[in-house]
C-alpha cells in the first residue's frame, strides 16, 4: 500500500460540523420540472447565512434530519460572487436547513467555480431540457448543453449526484461526470477525468492551484502542474490488454478503489483503506496538493458556533485527543447497568442536538431526567421547550453525539441537555487511613518532582555538551578555511543588522571585516538540514578557488548556529537583473554574454576540473552572483553532492528549486547532466527576459518552454528575445545561436545534452551546437515513478511553485 496516500497526502482530517435544529416546517424537494427558474436574491425561500460568513440559497434539498446534500447558490467571505454547487448542510428531523449559529457547510461540486456570478443570476431549467445559469447582466456562465436529450427532469441524488433525467428515468446528464476537487461516498473518477484544488472561496477569480489527481492506463497518478508534468504520487498497475474499459477509482466506505484492471462488480485491483464513514464523509484534494477526506463526527463534545469544541466536565470526560478536540470526548468512567445507583447528571443549559426525534411529548423536565434515569442504554436527557418548562419536547438518545452551545434569542426556543455519567463509589476509610494516604502523596509527589528537576537538569546540561562538541569538531573537517568567532561576525555585521536578502537555509548579511574587506556572512537556521547544507558548502567550496565561484573566506559555529563568510558580491543575484519588472537596469548583450560565459565555466570546473566531481544541484539566477564589474560566479554549495571520478550516475532524493529541475530527478538516479539543465533555463530567462513560469504572461505562454517549443516549430525564435533590451534585437543572430545552445542544454535525453566544457566551447566560438535537436521539450514518455521528496527543496516563488511537502 503506498504510503504517500495512507499516511502524507491522504491526511485523514476528520471535521466537525455541528448544526442544530430549528422551528422550520417540514419540507423535502430533491427534484424540479422542466420551465423552472430560481433568481439568486433575497426571495428564494430556502436561504441560510452561516458563522463563518457563507450563505447558501437551496434549490434542491435532501430532506430528514442528518448532514444531508443540497444543491443551489453559494458563498462566502463578502458574498459578492456565487457558485452554483452541491453542499453538505445539517437538516432537522423536518428536513429544513438549520441556523446560522451551527458551523457551515461543504462544497463538494460547483458548476462554475472559474466563472462565479453575481447576486441576481439566474438559474434556469428550460422548457427543452437545458440547465442554464446566466449572470444578472444576462451572460452565459455555465450550461449543461443537454438541448435536444429528451430531458424530462432535474433530481438530487441521495449520494449528491446532480442528475437530468429522461421520461424513462434514464441519466441524461450527471455532475458526476464533471468532478472539481471532490469525490463523495460512492463515485467514480474515471480515467480522461481529474480532480484539480479550488482556489479560496474568497477569491474565486485567482488562479487555481498547481496540483492534479487522475487515472491512466498505469494506475492513478498525482501531478505537479507544471510544464512537463511532474509526478508526486503514483499507485502503478500495468495494463491488462484483455480489459479495454474504461479505468477508474471508486470512493467506497472504508476505502479508495482503484479498478484499473477489473470493473465492479469484480474485485479492485488494489484499495487504499480508509476509516469507515459513520456519518457524510467526502475527500478532496487541497490547494496543498493532499488528498484528505472529511467526516462529520464527534462523540459528547461541546461546541461553539466558532467550531471551538471542549469535553463537558473534565472530572467525568476526557478530549480524545488533546490536539483535536474535534474528535471529541471519552467517558472517564464508563456508565454501567450494574451500578445505577451511581449514576447523576451533568446539566447543560441553552445547548441543542443536531436533531431532536421526541420520545416523549409534553413532558416536564423532571419526568425527561426520570426516564433516562430508568432506561440503562439512555445516554442522555435532552430537553426543548418554548416559554413554559413543563410542555416541552424529550429525546432520550442511547448514543450522544456532539451538541452545540446556543443563543436561544437565534434559534427561538429553550432547550438543556443532562448528560449520564458514572460516579466511582468511594470505600469506608477512617481518618488514620485518610493521613496515610495524604503522607504517601506527599512524598511521592516530592520525589516525582525530584526526579523531573534532575532529569531535566542532565538534559540541559546533555545539549549544552553535545553543542560544544560538535561546534569543537567543526574544525575537524578537511580543508576547512579560515575559522571566525561568533564576535568577530557579530562586529563585522553590526549585529546582523545589515541584511541583504534570503538564502536557502537562512538570512545573509552584510559585513566588513578589520582589513576593510567587505563580506557577506550566511546564517544557516535549522536543525539537521543546517549541519547537512553547512557540511556540504564547506566541503564543496572550501578547499577550491576558481574565479567564476564565489570564494568562500571562512566559517564559525557558535552553540547550535552555523555562519559561512563569502566574499562580498556588490550586485547581488543574477535575478535582480533579467527580469522585466524586477531588474534595475537592462543587462546589454555583451555583458549578457559575459555572465553566461562565466557561469558555464564555473560549471565546467566544478564537473571537471576538481579532483571531485562536484554537482552543484541547484543552478538558477538567484545562486549566481555579480561583483562590482557584473562578473558572474557561482554561489551557494548547501544542496551539491560529491561524486568520485569513476561514477558515471548517482542516486539521490529530489533536491533543488522546482522550475529548474531536469526531468531525470523522477528517477532519483542523476548526473552533472543536471546541472546543464538547470544553465539551460538560466540560460533561456536572460534571453527572454522572463521566468520560466510566468501568470503574468497570457495562459498558452506561462511555460517558457512551450513557448520555445512552439516558436522552433513555427520558425519564430526571435519573437521570444527580450523586448525591453533593443540591443539584443540588434544581435538577433548571435542571440538565436545562444537559443540553440540553450535548446541543446535542454534536451529531455540528458545523454543528448552536451557537457558544460563543451558548451563554454561553443560559447568562446570553437564548436557549433548539435543541428539534430529534439525540440519536444515537454515528453510525453517520461516514466511515472514515484518522487521521494526531501527537505532539500528550494522554493523559487512559493506563491507559484512550492511543491508538496
Not at 435532552?382 to 453525539?401: A, H, I, K, T, V
Not at 556540504?536 to 570564494?551: F, N, P
Not at 568562500?552 to 535575478?575: C, H, I, P, T
Request: net charge negative; with cysteine.
Amino acid at each position: 500500500m503506498a504510503p504517500w496516500i495512507c499516511y502524507y497526502c491522504l491526511s485523514l482530517f476528520l471535521i466537525l460540523n455541528c448544526y442544530s435544529a430549528t422551528s422550520q416546517p417540514p419540507f423535502d424537494y430533491p427534484t424540479a420540472n422542466l420551465s423552472t427558474t430560481w433568481t439568486n436574491n433575497d426571495s428564494l425561500p430556502r436561504s441560510v447565512n452561516f458563522t463563518d460568513g457563507s450563505r447558501v440559497r437551496a434549490i434542491l434539498l435532501r430532506g430528514s434530519f442528518g448532514p444531508k446534500f443540497a444543491c443551489g447558490f453559494y458563498c462566502n467571505g463578502t458574498c459578492t460572487s456565487y457558485l452554483f454547487a452541491v453542499f453538505i448542510v445539517q437538516t432537522n428531523s423536518g428536513g429544513g436547513i438549520v441556523q446560522p449559529t451551527i458551523g457551515f457547510p461543504q462544497v463538494v461540486w460547483s458548476a462554475n467555480r472559474d466563472h462565479p456570478v453575481s447576486y441576481g443570476a439566474i438559474l434556469s431549467l428550460t422548457a427543452t431540457g437545458e440547465l442554464v445559469l446566466q449572470d444578472a447582466d444576462g451572460s452565459m456562465a455555465w450550461t449543461t448543453n443537454t438541448t435536444g436529450g429528451s430531458v424530462a427532469g432535474l433530481n438530487l441524488t441521495d449520494d449528491g449526484n446532480l442528475v437530468l433525467f429522461d421520461v424513462n428515468s434514464s441519466v441524461v446528464w450527471q455532475s458526476f461526470d464533471y468532478p472539481t476537487d471532490c469525490l463523495v461516498l460512492g463515485q467514480r473518477l474515471f480515467q480522461g477525468q481529474q480532480l484539480i484544488p479550488s482556489v479560496s472561496s474568497t477569491n474565486w477569480t485567482a488562479q487555481k492551484d498547481l496540483f492534479s489527481l487522475q487515472v491512466t492506463d498505469e494506475g492513478l497518478f498525482a501531478y505537479v502542474r507544471s510544464n512537463p508534468p511532474q509526478v508526486y504520487y503514483s499507485n502503478l498497475m500495468y495494463r491488462n490488454k484483455a480489459n479495454t474499459g474504461r479505468r477508474y477509482i471508486r470512493f467506497l466506505n472504508g476505502s479508495l478503489s482503484l479498478f484499473t484492471l477489473s470493473v465492479e462488480p469484480s474485485d479492485p485491483f488494489d484499495l487504499i483503506r480508509i476509516p469507515k464513514a459513520s456519518s457524510a464523509q467526502y475527500m478532496k484534494l487541497v490547494p496543498d496538493g493532499h488528498l484528505k477526506v472529511f467526516e462529520w463526527q464527534g462523540r459528547d463534545g461541546l461546541c461553539s458556533g466558532n467550531q471551538q469544541c471542549s469535553c463537558p466536565r473534565i472530572d467525568y470526560f476526557r478530549a480524545v485527543n488533546d490536539r483535536q478536540p474535534n474528535l471529541g470526548c471519552s467517558a472517564v468512567t464508563p456508565l454501567t447497568c450494574n451500578a445505577t445507583q451511581d449514576q447523576t447528571f451533568i446539566a447543560l443549559e441553552n445547548v441543542m442536538y443536531f436533531s431532536i426525534n421526541a420520545d416523549m411529548e409534553r413532558v416536564d423536565i423532571e419526568t425527561c431526567k426520570q426516564a433516562c434515569a430508568n432506561n440503562c442504554s439512555c445516554k442522555a436527557a435532552l430537553f426543548q421547550y418554548g416559554s413554559d418548562s413543563s410542555d416541552g419536547s424529550c429525546f432520550l438518545p442511547f448514543e450522544l453525539f456532539t451538541i452545540m452551545n446556543v443563543d436561544p434569542d437565534v434559534v427561538h426556543r429553550n432547550s438543556s441537555a443532562f448528560i449520564k455519567v458514572q460516579n466511582v463509589r468511594s470505600p469506608p476509610s477512617t481518618s488514620q487511613a485518610t493521613l496515610g494516604v495524604i503522607l504517601t502523596s506527599t512524598i511521592g509527589s516530592v520525589l516525582f518532582l525530584l526526579g523531573v528537576i534532575g532529569f531535566l537538569v542532565y538534559i540541559i546540561r546533555k545539549q549544552r555538551r553535545d553543542a560544544q562538541m560538535e561546534e569543537e569538531s567543526i574544525g575537524e573537517v578537511p580543508g576547512m578555511p579560515t575559522r571566525f568567532s561568533y564576535e568577530e561576525l557579530k562586529t563585522a555585521t553590526e549585529n546582523f543588522n545589515r541584511k541583504l536578502g534570503e538564502g536557502g537555509f537562512g538570512a545573509v548579511f552584510e559585513g566588513t571585516l578589520e582589513d576593510s574587506s567587505k563580506i557577506a556572512v550566511k546564517c544557516l537556521e535549522g536543525l539537521g538540514q543546517v549541519n547537512k547544507s553547512f557540511l556540504a558548502e564547506v566541503q564543496s567550496i572550501g578547499s577550491i578557488h576558481h574565479v567564476y565561484l564565489v570564494r568562500l573566506r571562512g566559517f564559525g559555529a557558535w552553540k547550535s548556529q552555523r555562519f559561512l563568510v563569502y566574499e562580498f558580491m556588490s550586485n547581488g543575484s543574477l535575478d535582480r537583473w533579467i527580469y522585466h519588472g524586477k531588474r534595475e537596469h537592462i543587462l546589454e548583450w555583451e555583458c549578457r554574454k559575459k555572465i553566461i560565459l562565466d557561469v558555464a565555466k564555473g560549471l565546467a570546473y566544478l564537473h571537471d576540473d576538481c579532483r571531485q566531481k562536484i554537482i552543484h544541484l541547484d543552478i538558477k539566477p538567484q545562486n549566481i552572483l555579480l561583483d562590482s564589474d557584473f562578473n558572474a560566479k557561482v554561489s551557494d554549495f548547501g544542496l551539491s553532492k560529491l561524486i568520485d571520478r569513476n561514477q558515471t550516475q548517482v542516486m539521490t532524493t529530489m533536491r533543488g528549486t522546482p522550475g529548474y529541475l531536469a526531468p531525470e530527478w523522477l528517477r532519483s538516479v542523476i548526473t552533472e547532466k543536471v546541472d546543464v539543465y538547470s544553465f539551460g533555463i538560466v540560460l533561456l530567462e536572460m534571453l527572454c527576459g522572463r521566468k520560466n513560469f510566468d501568470r503574468s504572461q497570457p495562459e498558452e505562454s506561462w511555460h517558457l518552454l512551450g513557448v520555445l517549443k512552439k516558436c522552433w516549430e513555427q520558425e519564430t525564435l526571435l519573437d521570444m528575445v527580450d523586448k525591453y533590451s533593443e540591443d539584443m534585437q540588434t544581435h538577433g543572430s548571435e542571440v538565436m545561436e545562444m537559443m540553440k545552445l540553450a535548446s541543446w542544454c535542454l534536451q529531455y535525453d540528458y545523454m543528448r545534452r552536451p557537457s558544460m566544457l563543451i558548451a563554454v566551447k561553443v560559447l568562446e566560438g570553437v564548436m557549433k551546437v548539435e543541428s539534430r535537436l529534439d525540440y519536444n521539450f515537454t515528453d510525453s514518455r517520461q516514466q511515472n515513478i514515484t518522487v521521494e521528496y526531501d527537505q532539500d527543496m528550494t522554493p523559487l516563488m512559493a506563491s507559484v511553485l512550492s511543491g508538496p511537502r
